[in-house]
């Protein structure tokens, strides 16, 4: 009947902490609180199947360099300001990622990169289309992508 009672219950709480307490919102609540559980049940995706979870460690490693590297070079086109012309694009990456959790995963990877951003997906060409803010090599990017996230997501998951 209750899929995730704990969410249930903290959006029950949350509910109730801002509105008044009464019998009426008490009852309203808890009707929002279980439509809530059960839509965030029908939106759970199918479990990922991991052929190499050793793998996983690496991959954070790589992404926390990553992150910590385009920082500092972000950091560094900002504060050099007009010094340097900048060339930020548009590319657009062929992937050979199918699985929906390894996309999402690429997503936040390429994301949460300072100077990168995911834009859009295209299921049926199987490209993306991401954003850089220095973009200098175009094949450069699209190499560093596949070799360094998709062939270690793909190696993690089927």
Same mark, same amino acid.
């Given at each position: 009947m209750i899929p995730h009672p704990l969410l249930s219950m903290a959006l029950l709480l949350m509910w109730l902490l801002l509105n008044d307490f009464t019998l009426g919102h008490l009852v309203l609540g808890s009707v929002v609180a279980i439509f809530g559980g059960w839509?965030?049940?029908?939106? #759970?995706?199918? &479990?990922?199947?991991? &052929? &190499?979870? /050793?793998l996983l460690p690496k991959l954070f490693l790589i992404v926390f360099v990553d992150i910590i590297r385009s920082n500092l070079a972000v950091a560094l086109l900002m504060i050099s300001g007009k010094r340097r012309k900048q060339t930020s694009g548009f590319i657009t990456v062929p992937l050979e990622i199918e699985h929906p959790t390894a996309l999402a995963i690429m997503a936040v990877i390429l994301t949460s990169t300072p100077g990168s951003a995911w834009l859009? /997906?295209?299921? #049926? #060409? &199987?490209?993306?289309?991401?954003?850089v803010l220095d973009l200098i090599d175009e094949e450069q990017w699209i190499e560093n992508i596949k070799h360094r996230y998709e062939r270690l997501l793909l190696e993690i998951i089927e």
């Open positions: 839509a965030m049940a029908s939106l #759970r995706p199918d &479990k990922p199947k991991m &052929k &190499k979870w /050793y859009a /997906y295209d299921e #049926r #060409r &199987k490209t993306v289309l991401i954003h």
